[in-house]
């Protein structure tokens, strides 16, 4: 079969994916681009023009987010994005997904990352998962739902942190405070010393060596320089605060001014008032109509700037202890700013510095504002939701898949439990397992793509060589869910439970012999010592690739496809011919012998079946009497995993209690029934005697 894919040129074509070059699939996205830099800052992006024209930006996303794949291996994608944070392309670099290196077409690759195109990075993204306000859903790729999740958080992330570096879009604040409200009533007589002490006023000072020294490195650096005698000398010395709270306001303006500052003030505005000597925060050159262009106020991602409209003379400042000022100003912040006094701001002065006729350079300066708690109620800030971690995400989004499994493991381990009660009632036990395959197969293997591979253990070994995580794992819940059970049974019981009850594949092959069996197509068994000897054909095969996967484990990937699980289930037996034919060969061969791929090719079950020498229970009954003389188990064993000396190999037994059915059954076991007719003719004779004794009376 493996020489057969390899013959086959489509099918080998399917195996290789080359790293590509990012400079073709730029052009590409930016037809019209003229010139294209070279990959430059701490995160590593081409910024792509149009003669002097920004036309977008390209990454790749190992070089800002590498986060591995179902192979263990990240997907290297190039991530084109506009100045406006539109996406514009997203493009397969590299890979090594198996699923996608022989499954699915390079079209349905292609069409998944083509539904970036046109969203902005600002948006929410997930792949598949219920419509949800405020999040757009992608549609995933069937098959390979880890591979495409893990390729939109790179996508995404990646996205993010560009735009953010690049400014088109701004940090996520950490928490959100609450809009504060001042409490009107709350006035406190105080003086200078007292507001400025406790930080109801706030000052900053910046001495000329300060200004120089921002200035250092521009062609602004001698404009206007300070002697050595003058660096220490005053350059700015501007007071602030929030005027229009009681105790600041009353004792600055005195209680008329303020109430006429109060009555002009429409709800949702602020007052601001700065004082200050040495360099003029209003400017020299401010006229009417125009911006203050040397103040603004920031908080949060805003900045507030204002107009003539916005300002105001102050007449007097009445409060004790006050230094004089040569200027003092009242700023009124509108209420389309949303300014919040709960929330810390500053005061930003600008400096400027002509450097020519109609040329200047400037440079700002930044004071913190904290309004005190004793003056307005302030509501707890409002921690957002932690952005859950990919496994946490998939983990949430597979809940329901999650529970059902985790019960049908339950109601597995009550069966393997009670398994001497269950089987004493043949039909309920025949019903109840053939019910149990149809669900493994229709919900574990179809629907939920819950097969394991020869693969996830090559995976694991892989990555218990190098940088161990967790988190490859988890990714799939379904997969992880059935490997914890898969590795507890087998060190409980061996292979047989999982190779019996939870492999989807084993579990088609199952329920088709059953039908076939009950409509009477022949069966045809091979010889006890060919059929012995044949059982090594599936510790070679996973030999073979446990030796490839030493080398590559992506190649290792490739000659797995011996098992047609992928085919099968993951795909849907949607994918090219040869895949196909293997799949439904095995499934045509098992019709006259029951699982021939589980019995003599699966390196998988090779794999689980060497847990057997260090499993903890046999709770699989015998008799002295079995194998010699009794063979009835033997021959009603339809995978012929019993010895002609009775032994059940438990390396190759499927654990379907077909023989504890018989064990206990006291009209097949010829054991039992040679003990029923014992127990009969020693009654017939104990009646007899019975019979003599009252005759002889």
């Not at 735009?163 to 006035?187: D, H, K, V, W």
């Not at 002009?264 to 209003?282: C, D, N, Q, R, V």
């Not at 019903?431 to 149809?438: A, E, G």
């Not at 060969?585 to 090779?606: D, E």
Request: charged fraction near 20%.
């Amino acid at each position: 079969m493996l020489g057969f894919l390899l013959c086959n040129g489509q099918s080998h074509a399917l195996f290789v994916s080359p790293p590509k070059d990012p400079a073709p699939l730029i052009k590409e996205i930016f037809p019209s681009s003229t010139k294209v830099s070279d990959k430059q800052g701490q995160i590593p992006f081409w910024t792509i023009y149009k003669e002097d024209e920004i036309l977008g930006y390209a990454f790749e996303t190992n070089d800002i987010a590498k986060i591995p794949a179902y192979s263990g291996e990240p997907v290297n994608m190039l991530v084109a994005i506009d100045p406006k944070g539109i996406y514009l392309g997203a493009k397969v670099l590299e890979h090594h997904e198996p699923i996608i290196l022989a499954g699915i077409p390079e079209s349905k690759l292609h069409a998944f990352t083509e539904q970036y195109d046109g969203l902005n990075v600002s948006d929410r993204l997930k792949v598949g998962g219920n419509h949800t306000e405020g999040i757009v859903h992608i549609d995933g790729l069937s098959g390979a739902t880890v591979t495409v999740m893990v390729m939109n958080v790179g996508i995404v992330k990646s996205a993010t942190i560009i735009a953010r570096e690049l400014g088109i879009i701004s940090a996520s604040q950490e928490a959100i405070q609450p809009m504060g409200t001042i409490y009107p009533n709350e006035f406190e007589k105080s003086d200078w010393t007292k507001l400025t002490g406790d930080g109801s006023i706030r000052r900053l000072y910046l001495n000329r060596k300060t200004v120089d020294e921002a200035f250092v490195g521009t062609q602004a650096e001698h404009v206007d320089e300070a002697t050595l005698e003058q660096k220490q000398d005053e350059f700015a010395d501007i007071y602030f605060a929030q005027l229009n709270i009681p105790t600041i306001g009353r004792n600055i303006l005195g209680d008329s001014e303020y109430d006429y500052l109060m009555s002009s003030l429409k709800p949702g505005e602020h007052a601001l008032i700065l004082m200050g000597t040495g360099y003029s925060f209003k400017g020299s050159g401010f006229v009417r109509g125009a911006i203050f262009d040397r103040l603004q106020v920031l908080q949060n991602d805003d900045a507030f700037a204002f107009r003539d409209l916005d300002h105001n003379r102050v007449p007097d400042i009445y409060i004790q202890g006050a230094p004089k000022f040569t200027e003092s100003s009242i700023f009124i912040i509108r209420e389309h700013h949303e300014f919040n006094p709960a929330s810390d701001w500053q005061l930003e002065l600008l400096v400027r510095r002509q450097t020519g006729p109609l040329d200047s350079i400037f440079t700002s300066f930044k004071a913190d504002y904290h309004t005190l708690d004793k003056y307005l109620d302030r509501p707890a800030l409002i921690l957002p939701e932690p952005e859950l971690t990919l496994v946490q995400q998939v983990w949430q989004e597979k809940q329901v898949e999650v529970i059902f499994l985790l019960v049908l493991m339950g109601i597995l381990l009550i069966t393997l439990f009670f398994q001497d009660i269950l089987v004493q009632y043949p039909k309920f036990m025949h019903n109840f397992r053939h019910s149990f395959l149809v669900v493994t197969v229709i919900f574990i293997g179809w629907y939920w793509g819950g097969q394991l591979s020869v693969v996830n253990v090559f995976t694991f070994l892989q990555a218990f060589m190098s940088d161990f995580s967790w988190d490859l794992f988890l990714l799939d819940p379904i997969i992880f869910i059935l490997w914890g059970a898969a590795a507890v049974t087998a060190l409980l019981w061996g292979r047989a439970v999982y190779c019996g009850w939870l492999c989807p594949f084993g579990a088609l092959q199952e329920l088709i012999n059953v039908f076939t069996r009950y409509i009477k197509i022949p069966q045809f068994e091979l010889p006890w010592a060919v059929h012995e000897r044949l059982w090594a054909i599936k510790y070679l095969i996973l030999l073979a690739l446990f030796g490839i996967s030493l080398d590559s484990l992506a190649l290792a990937e490739q000659f797995a496809e011996v098992e047609p699980f992928k085919t099968t289930f993951l795909l849907k037996f949607d994918r090219q011919w040869p895949f196909i034919a293997w799949a439904v060969l095995l499934l045509v061969i098992n019709i006259f012998n029951r699982k021939f791929f589980c019995r003599y090719l699966c390196p998988l079950g090779a794999a689980l079946s060497t847990s057997n020498s260090i499993r903890l229970f046999s709770w699989l009954r015998r008799r002295k009497e079995c194998g010699q003389p009794c063979k009835t188990c033997a021959k009603e064993c339809e995978i012929q995993a019993i010895h002609p000396d009775g032994t059940i190999n438990m390396r190759e037994c499927h654990y379907c209690l077909d023989c504890q059915v018989t064990y206990f059954d006291d009209e097949k076991c010829p054991p039992l029934k040679k003990a029923a007719r014992k127990k009969v003719q020693q009654i017939e004779k104990f009646k007899a005697q019975q019979i003599k004794v009252v005759d002889a009376s």
